[in-house]
Each structure stands twice: as C-alpha cells, then as structure tokens.
C-alpha cells in the first residue's frame, strides 16, 4: 500500500499532505523563493543556454545562427584549447594541494599559544582581503627578473635570477605562489577545525608518549579531514575558474602559458565576437568542474572522519 | 560629473538605484539641451602627439559647431584589441565614432560592427575613393562598402646611435642610406660587437633587438622579400619563403643570444608588453640599453623630447640584395553600430580626415597624410622626416582582411615562439596558416 | 587557583631540576613559535610592504640596483599625482554604492532563505537543501563566474540593462548557497524551543523571524555582511563586462584602466593601488574579529 501510495503523483501526494503541513510547505518555499528564483535564473539557465549558444554561431550582434555541433569539433581540433585546458588543470593540480598545506600551515600558526598572537593573525589574514587585482599588478613589479623583490631575495641564497612573469616555465608558478596569499579564510576554517579536537585525545597520546609530530599526522590531521574536504572542493572551483591575475599580468602569454580557459572564454566572446564558441566552452568548463566536484565528493567516503561532537 | 553630483544627495538605497538607471538611460539618450554629443574614442596605445591632435581638432569643431559637441574619452585598446569598444557597442553604450587601426576594418566590418558610411558619402554627393591613397582606401573598403575614412600613414626605419657604434670602433659609412640598406648579416656582426653584459651574465646594453617595436614578422618577412596574401586564390600565405627567410632571421638572431638572456633583458627594461604602455623616458633606445632600433617616424619627436642631445641617425630597414623595403599602416575613423548621432559622427569624421584635419594632425604628430592633395607637402615636415616621406613610395601594407586582426595575431604568436626558439620559423608559420586560412574561407563569397 | 605550571606540581616541588627542564623547554617552544609565526607573516606582509615602500619612490630609484628595500626618498607627491590621473573619489564612490547596495542584497536575501531551510519545518527541506550544498562551486566567483557569463550577459543585453550596476547587484539579492549555508549552521543551534514557544503563543512567523532569530543571528549576520561587502569591493571580471562608462568604473577596472591607459610607471600604480586597498584595509582593523571569528560560527565553539 505503501509502495501503491509512493507512485501516485506529487499533486495528489499534496492533497495527502494534512493543511499543516502544507501551510508550512508554502510558508518554507516563499522563505526560500528569492533562491530558489536566483536558482533557476543564474544557475539552471545558462548551464542549458551554454549547450544551446554551444551550438550557434553567435558574434554577439544580430542574430544567432544554428551549427551544429561544429563549435565542438572545432574545440577539439583547436591547439589553444588544449593548451588553455592543460594550463587549467596544470593550475589547478598545483594549486589546490599546495594551498591545502599552506591552510594548514596558517592554521598552526594561528594557534600558537603566544601572547601577540591576535597581531600575527591580522598580519597573515590582511592580503586575502586585499583584491586580488591589486595583488596582480604589484606582482608584476614584484617579480621584474631584475628590479623584483622575489629575485632580490632569492639572490641571497644564490638562486640565479628567474624571469617570474616572462618565462613560460615560470609563468604559472609565479600565479600560484600568488593565490597563496589568500589563505587566511581557508587557514581560519583550518583553525577552528584544529580547535574543534578536544585536548583530552592529545593528551591521552602524550600519555602513550607520541611526539608532536605523530600527534600531528595521526590525530590531527585525519580529524581535519572534513575541512580538507571543503578547501579542495572550493579550491577546484577556483582553480578552474581562474581569470584575474592571467588577464592583469600576462594576458594569456608568455606563448600561452598562461592561457587559462576562463580567459580564453572571454577573449573568444569579447575580444573575438565568438559567443557560441565562448558558450560551448563554457559548457566543456561547467562538466569538467562538476565532474571533478562529484569524484572527489565520493572518494570523500575513503578518507574522510566525520566525528560526533 | 553631474551623475556624481545627482548621487552624492542621500536617498534611500533602493532610490539610488533607481535614479541610477534612469539615469543612465538617459546618458545612453544624449541629446540634452537641443545639443548632440557625440562619443569620440580612442585607444590607450595612441602616441601622445596625435592625441593632442585630435585634442586640437575636437576644440576647433567644437567652436565652430555649437550645436555638436564631441567628447574625447580614451579607453582601454591597441591596434587588434578593440574588445573595449566591441563590448560597449554590444551593450548600446558604444561611441560615436572610434579611431580603428585601418588593417582591422574589414574584420571589424564584418563582423557586423561597423556601420556602412555608403549613404552619408551619398548624400553629400562626393565620390571620395580617388582622393585618398589607393592603398589607405582599399583598407577601409569591405564588400564594396565604404565602412571608414582613412586619416594618416607612416613608415618604418632602422635608427642606429652614432655615439655607440662610434665607440665601438664601427665605421659609420656602413650605414650610409645612399648605400642602400645594410645587410642584415653584416648588420648581425655588428650588432654583437656592442653586447654587453653584467657579473652575472645578464644582459645590460644589446645591439640590436630585432624584435623590439616595430620589428613585427611584417617588417622583416617584407625585408626579406616575402608576400602575405595571395589575391588570386584569396589564401593567407604564411609560409611565403620571403617571410619564413624573415622568421628564420629571427629565430637565429635569439638563438645566438640565448633566447632567455634576450626575453629577460626584454621584460627587465621594457616591462612585459602587456602590462600597460612603457612610458616614453623609458624607451630603450633613448636610455641607450639599444644602439638600434627598428621603427617609425614617431620616435623623432619622442628624441626631440626625452632625449634631445641623442647622436643618432637612420637607415634602410635591412634587407638582403639591397631591397629597400618598408611598410605603412595608419589609422581610420569609423562609426560603430548603435552610434547615437551617426549624423553628427559623420560631420565630425569628415573634418577630421579632410585636407584641414590631417595638415594639422601631420603638424602636430608628424602623421602623413593619406590624401592625395597633400602627397608631396614636405613642408609640413621639419627635416628630419624626409627620409621616413621617401619611403612611402617603397612601403608595403598589410592585407585588408576580413581576419586581418587575427591574422595579425596569430603572425605575434608565430613570432613569439621563434623568438624563444621553442618553435621552428616553418613549423610556427604553418599553424598560423591552419588557423587563419579556415577562417579566412569562411568569408568566401 | 595557582595555574597549573610544572613548578606549581608537587613532583615539581620536590625535583628543581625537572623544573628547570620544563621551562627551558617551554622558552624554547615559545621561542621556536615566535619565530615561526615571524617567518609567516613577513611573508604575508612583505608584498603589502613593497606595494607601499614602492609608492613612496621615485622614479629614478625605481631602476636603482639592487632594489632597495627602503626608500631614499619619501616621494608623498606620487599619491598626490596618482590621483590627478585616476579619478579616484569618483570610482569610491561607485565601488562603495556597488558594495552597499550587495550588502544589502546578501543580507535580506541569504537570511530569508537561511530562515526558510533551518527555522521552519515542512516537508522536502532536507530534499531541497542538496541543491544547494552541490551549486556551491558553480557560485565560488559571485556574482559573475566564467562558467554562466556568457548566457547570462547575454540575457541581460536583451534586457538592455549592461553598462549599469544592474546585472552586478541583483544576483545578490537571490541568493548565494555559500552564505545561506553558513547562516543555517548558525541558525540550526538555536534552541528550538525559542520559536516554539513563540509560536505557541500566537507568533505568526514572521514575527518570530524579526523578533527572535533576527537580533541573534546578528554575529552572522556581520560576517556574511562583511564577507558580501569586501567581494564586491574585489570584484573585477562583473564590472568588467558589465561597465562601459568612465562615470561607472569601480576600483578595479579602474585601476586597470589607469595602467594601459596611461604612461606610467610602477611607483605611481602602487600609489594608486595603495589608495585603492586603503578602504578594505581600515574595514578589515574595524572589524576584524568579525572576519576572523566568522568562520567558526558554524561549529558554534567558543572563541578565544
């Protein structure tokens, strides 16, 4: 009877519903509408107008007109797509672990038990919110192979002088080593995480006689497993969708290097009038993201420790 | 201004906003006071001389028409990036009328950007193909429409400094132009005889960079000889043999400097390309990082101005077997779609580019003019330009195509590559091909 | 209560030199922490340093070399000529309206809807709050993210609402599943009971909303304010394409514009982009417990 009850259709599992209950459904949804329309209109929308658009040729002037899947094949056969798409992954491969660390790094240093230690956190948190435009253009003087800081420095450990921003090996690690600067939200998330740990399981290791180290890798670290969770997803989604320092700084080059698929979506709408082709990139974008969203979400299960409070 | 002004009174925010739209809607509908304005844009990358050009141009009709007023506003752009403008046009707040580097034309053109002037040339009832240089019109010619107005044109030398090669021991009779241009062997050998280099082995003063300013693969695929375009079978020709000969002297010329020394010394004191334009004290051939530079006439009075007491003079581009060669480009006026007063554009635009407006651009910035009727003006030139006015009659242009700013790309691409060596001339210049020959079909009537 | 140190313990007491060990061991901990937590934020501070150090310059210093890491001359007229060039009051002004106004948007709207998935009982709640959780990489880059700018600016070109702060705003006022999880971790640990013996007498829901869970998510409500405000005030790809009049640009693009379009050289950029970080900077040591506890809301753990 159950079973006969789950088939009948949602309309008639409505009238089912007793009217508290659907006065609390139509109360929840008006709560929640504002959502549920920005859903629908800046999320649902334009991943369908992506493949739509996808198939159109489209300058952004006049009218669109229908070709197939020909944007597609002409993605696949297109080097600078390759290219850009590998740079993506490249960026993203790099960035998101090395930016899991440095979180971590942060994290600890956070929670030192020091008297000033409200002035370091400030200090190390200040760049994240510093827009990340600004941060660019002081990169580029930065990292001038010969009037840089970073060179400077390096210098003095007797490192010959990189040419950060113009050399295409150098290229995307100069980017890199920029985002790190704004760790100390993700860092913040570490932190409270580390906090959530009671001490009574630190200190039973201490009984047992474990160093700091080993409390570090096999206490702390797989209790902050849900955090690193978080920071890869959300480093992900960054890392595919990278565009500002690329645009400011190197403006795709040097030889392509830089070459990010975000920038090449925009260069091919606004720069070249290709908005089907942007479009059907932008589709190619949205199920690279989701797809690496959803496996890491799933092997989650494998190394992830939710604990109960 | 007056926006700042209607904003900065306190309303509540959801007001604001409103009156903000409005606001704008009425910025998007000029036409205020029985006056039209007209938006008159140009890009970042104009030398500063023909800017205050058209600053004088603009006040000049401004007086002499109360009723017009053109509003300069300069944005962000260079010769093939217009997305600025292209941007703004698709969202109906696009200016009036735009300053777009004549090669690009027939892209822009059709892709639908550019509005067709063939009736505004109607009603005034002039036919104004045969009084502009065959080579500036054709430029702005589309589909046998009429899609801009050219204004000036220029062209490319090898400038060398005296003082430098002098001290170098370098007999400066080498350079002499009535020898016809140098070899660009011979000019290799001396070029690195005046290399210098720091402890560490960086580079701090170079010869020659012949990739530096106006050393585009243009300059020397038409140096060595080379063709761009094939008219009879409508094909881009990349993989001309003068133009790979032009590449390969580029790739050879970084491989002997070491391809990473060159880019670093490069990025080191002229800033990465993209990052802005260098200002003009900067320019490393009047700080004497480079004893020759290969680009065009503006640079004199950049010397005038930053560096008047510089020894140098100039010389034909160097070619093999003594061809003189060179090329021109220039700018045009066109009107963009969805320009609010095309009319009034179109009065402006002819001012500009007519016999008046360019004397006083070729006065002020040292542009030569493209009409016929001022061909041959040397007096509007001090001295020092003959030599650049000699070379109009040996100067090549670049093709007007429909993918004439992707074309021109793609070549930077090309360049790019064989310059780090990490791409052969042949190879580089083939995928330029294949990526701008389909294109190029694509407009096949 | 003594604190409970090594030397306060009665093996302490009675083994002086155990003490002793302890401490050092201690001041080398503290020592070892110090320096550490120097390292990091030299490294985190060196970059604003060198933006302002580099600000202060002149222009021949600039190719001075080596670089040097302090100035030999104080060149204050740099933030002066900065600004004759970048029409800096008038890009604050339309940053900070742009800020505001998202502020506005983000607050009403994630708390409505935080409200809606948390204090609120009905059926499909739990169903409905998936999507949620899953679009919220699709909305890491607010409010224009490359993956949906190009349908989306072509719908609002349609609209005719481009080159103004329309299609930037408005998408904060529907929501942004990053905010309205955080305001519902919060939200979820107040005691039920509160609304329920609101509701018993008599409350309708509203009332309960403004009146009780309103003054008490305040907290939370200061950090998605916060974190709302100084991502507008970032934000570079949305005015980017959505701006197109030089009475409209913000900050950023501002800035950007200033360098392609003008000559300059780096001191003045620095300069100017020191002006531009300024604001956020003075937010950020107005507020800073708000952005630094903000993030363990969620846990409901007591700060320290």
Redesign the interface.
């Known amino acids: 009877m159950l079973a006969a009850e789950a088939c009948r259709p949602t309309a008639f599992l409505m009238l089912t519903?007793s009217r508290r209950?659907l006065r609390?459904?139509i109360?929840?949804?008006?709560?929640?509408s504002?959502?549920l329309?920005?859903?629908a209109?800046?999320?649902v929308?334009?991943?369908l107008?992506?493949f739509q658009?996808g198939m159109t040729d489209y300058?952004?002037?006049?009218d669109a007109t229908w070709i197939g899947l020909k944007n597609y094949q002409e993605l696949l056969a297109d080097?600078l797509f390759w290219e850009s798409l590998y740079n993506t992954l490249f960026y993203t491969v790099f960035a998101v672990p090395l930016g899991v660390a440095v979180a971590i790094?942060?994290a600890i240093?956070m929670n030192?038990?020091?008297r000033e230690?409200?002035i370091?956190?400030?200090?190390?948190?200040?760049?994240s919110?510093?827009?990340?435009?600004?941060?660019s253009?002081?990169?580029?003087?930065?990292m001038?192979?010969?009037?840089?800081?970073v060179n400077?420095f390096l210098?003095f450990f007797g490192v010959?002088?990189i040419?950060w921003?113009?050399?295409?090996r150098w290229s995307k690690i100069a980017i890199i080593l920029l985002a790190q600067?704004g760790a100390g939200?993700i860092g913040?998330?570490f932190?409270?995480a580390m906090?959530?740990i009671p001490t009574t399981v630190y200190d039973a290791a201490s009984l047992d006689g474990a160093s700091s180290w080993k409390k570090f890798w096999h206490i702390t670290l797989p209790l902050i497993t849900p955090a690193i969770l978080y920071d890869i997803?959300?480093g992900?989604?960054?890392g595919l969708?990278i565009?500002?320092p690329a645009?400011?700084?190197?403006?795709g080059?040097?030889?392509?290097s830089t070459s990010f698929?975000?920038l090449y979506?925009?260069?091919s709408?606004?720069?070249?009038?290709r908005?089907g082709f942007?479009?059907a990139m932008?589709g190619i974008?949205?199920l690279i993201?989701?797809l690496l969203?959803i496996t890491i979400f799933r092997s989650s299960r494998l190394w992830v420790n939710y604990h109960v409070e | 201004m007056a926006l700042s002004a209607l904003l900065a009174f306190p309303h509540p925010p959801i007001m604001k906003r409103t009156l903000l739209l409005l606001v704008c809607c009425c910025l998007n509908n000029a036409a205020v006071f029985g006056q039209s304005q007209i938006k008159f844009w140009y890009g970042s990358s104009t030398d500063p001389r023909e800017e205050k050009g058209y600053q004088e141009l603009v006040n000049e009709f401004n007086q002499q028409n109360p009723k017009v007023q053109v509003r300069i506003e300069k944005v962000p752009g260079s010769e093939t990036d217009a997305a600025k403008m292209m941007t703004a046009v698709r969202s109906g707040a696009g200016p009036d009328v735009y300053l777009l580097d004549r090669f690009t034309v027939a892209q822009r053109a059709a892709s639908g950007l550019l509005k067709d002037l063939g009736p505004y040339l109607k009603k005034e009832g002039k036919d104004l193909s045969h009084e502009y240089l065959d080579f500036a019109w054709k430029e702005v010619v589309y589909a046998d429409k009429v899609f801009g107005l050219p204004i000036g044109t220029d062209t490319r030398a090898l400038f060398y400094n005296k003082k430098i090669l002098r001290e170098a021991g370098i007999d400066l009779a080498e350079f002499d132009p009535t020898k016809g241009p140098i070899s660009p062997e011979r000019l290799k050998e001396i070029a690195f005889k005046l290399n210098k280099a720091d402890a560490s082995g960086a580079y701090t003063q170079l010869g020659f960079v012949p990739w530096l300013e106006q050393g585009w693969g243009y300059s020397w695929g038409y140096a060595f000889g080379g063709k761009f375009y094939d008219p009879a079978q409508n094909k881009v020709t990349p993989t001309n043999p003068g133009v790979v000969a032009g590449y390969q002297f580029l790739y050879d010329w970084a491989k002997d400097l070491g391809p990473e020394k060159a880019r670093t010394f490069v990025d080191t004191y002229w800033q990465w390309p993209s990052v802005g334009t260098l200002p003009e004290e900067q320019d490393p051939f009047l700080t004497g990082k480079v004893a020759m530079v290969l680009t065009g006439q503006w640079e004199l009075p950049r010397i005038k101005k930053h560096a008047p007491d510089l020894d140098y003079s100039v010389t034909y581009i160097p070619a093999p077997n003594g061809l003189k060669s060179s090329w021109s480009g220039g700018w045009s006026l066109v009107i963009p779609q969805g320009a609010k007063n095309p009319d009034a554009a179109y009065q402006f635009i002819r001012f500009v580019t007519d016999a008046h407006g360019q004397e006083e651009l070729a006065k002020v910035s040292g542009m030569f003019p493209t009409l016929k009727s001022l061909a041959g003006r040397k007096d509007l030139f001090p001295p020092d330009y003959e030599f650049f006015l000699s070379l109009l009659p040996v100067a090549q242009s670049r093709p007007p195509l429909p993918v004439g700013a992707l074309y021109w790309d793609k070549l930077k691409e090309a360049q790019e590559a064989v310059i780090t060596n990490s791409k052969k001339p042949e190879e580089a210049l083939q995928s330029v091909l294949t990526e701008v020959q389909p294109q190029l079909d694509h407009f096949k009537k | 209560m003594l604190s409970k140190t090594p030397a306060n313990t009665e093996l302490g007491r009675q083994n002086p030199e155990l003490v002793f060990r302890a401490w050092g061991r201690e001041t080398f901990r503290s020592a070892a922490s110090r320096v550490f937590l120097l390292v990091m934020s030299l490294a985190y501070l060196s970059p604003m340093y060198w933006m302002f150090v580099t600000a202060l310059k002149s222009s021949a210093e600039l190719s001075s070399f080596p670089p040097t890491l302090w100035p030999r001359t104080f060149v204050w007229q740099n933030f002066a000529d900065a600004v004759r060039n970048f029409p800096f009051l008038q890009y604050l002004w339309n940053t900070s309206f742009y800020a505001v106004l998202t502020v506005v948007g983000a607050v009403v709207s994630n708390f409505l809807v935080a409200y809606g998935f948390s204090r609120v009982k009905w059926p499909g709640r739990e169903l409905l709050f998936y999507p949620v959780i899953a679009s919220i990489f699709m909305f890491i880059e607010f409010p224009v993210n490359p993956i949906t700018m190009i349908p989306v600016f072509t719908l609002f070109t349609k609209l005719n609402l481009v080159n103004s702060f329309v299609p930037l705003i408005l998408p904060s006022f529907f929501g942004n599943p990053f905010f309205i999880f955080l305001l519902r971790q919060f939200m979820l640990q107040i005691p039920d009971e509160l609304s329920e013996a609101a509701r018993l007498d008599g409350a309708n829901e509203w009332q309960i909303m403004t009146r009780i869970i309103l003054p008490l998510t305040r907290p939370a409500i200061a950090v998605v304010a916060l974190l709302a405000g100084v991502n507008a005030w970032k934000d570079f790809l949305g005015p980017l394409i959505y701006l197109h009049d030089d009475a409209l640009y913000t900050l950023s693009i501002g800035l950007e514009f200033f360098k392609t379009e003008h000559r300059i050289l780096f001191n003045l950029l620095m300069a100017a982009s020191c002006l531009v970080i300024l604001p956020v900077i003075v937010v950020f040591i107005l507020f800073q417990r708000f952005f630094i506890s903000g993030v363990a809301l969620g846990s409901g753990k007591p700060q320290s």
Not at chain 1, 165 to 168: A, E, R, T, V
């Open positions: 519903l209950d609390s459904l109360a929840g949804l008006l709560f929640v504002p959502w329309f920005g859903f209109v800046f999320l929308y334009p991943l107008a992506n658009m300058s952004g002037f006049g080097p790094l942060i240093a030192q038990k020091v230690i409200p370091y956190r400030a200090l190390i948190y200040l760049p919110i510093a827009p990340t435009f600004a941060l253009m002081m990169m580029i003087w930065l001038n192979p010969r009037y840089g800081l400077y210098s010959p002088s040419n921003l113009g050399d295409p600067l939200p913040l998330i932190l409270a906090r959530a997803i959300i992900i989604g960054l969708q565009f500002v645009y400011i700084m190197t403006q080059g040097p030889l392509n698929i975000a979506i925009y260069n709408a606004f720069k070249y009038s908005f942007a479009a932008s974008l949205f993201n989701a969203a």
